[in-house]
Nanobody, 119 residues
Framework: VQLQASGGGLVQAGGSLRLSCVAS????????MGWHRQAPGKQRELVAT??????DYLDSVKGRFTISSADDKKTVDLLMNSLKPEDTAVYYC???????????????WGQGTQVTVSS
């Protein structure tokens, strides 16, 4: 499973960005897709996840960020509105998936995309 993320950049506080992540390669099934972020000097944190039945968000982004996925479950987007300087981080997409029918369920990570919010 390979993940390719895009959409990061520099934006002023209050602005918006949309991150996208496309999964490709050997994919038997994807169980969960999500976005994590890591700011300088801080631990990586889970920002948002989406499954067939639910979405979940980090408290600090609720009401501002929206996660969505395409019907084929191979693309996951993160729409980020009302961005704040504290949202500045490298954002990583991740999926929990089986690469093949008899493979174990595993977590796969994209390469990260920088989001910088200026005040």
């Amino acid at each position: 499973v390979q993940l390719q993320a895009s959409g990061g950049g520099l934006v002023q506080a209050g602005g918006s960005l949309r991150l996208s992540c496309v999964a490709s390669g050997s994919i038997f099934n994807i169980y969960r897709m999500g976005w994590h972020r890591q700011a300088p000097g801080k631990q990586r944190e889970l920002v948002a996840t989406i499954t067939d039945s639910s979405t979940d968000y980090l408290d600090s982004v609720k009401g501002r960020f929206t996660i969505s996925s395409a019907d084929d479950k191979k693309t996951v987007d993160l729409l980020m509105n009302s961005l704040k300087p504290e949202d500045t981080a490298v954002y990583y997409c991740a999926v929990r998936a089986k690469a093949r029918r008899y493979s174990p369920i595993d977590d796969y990570w994209g390469q990260g995309t920088q989001v910088t919010v200026s005040s």
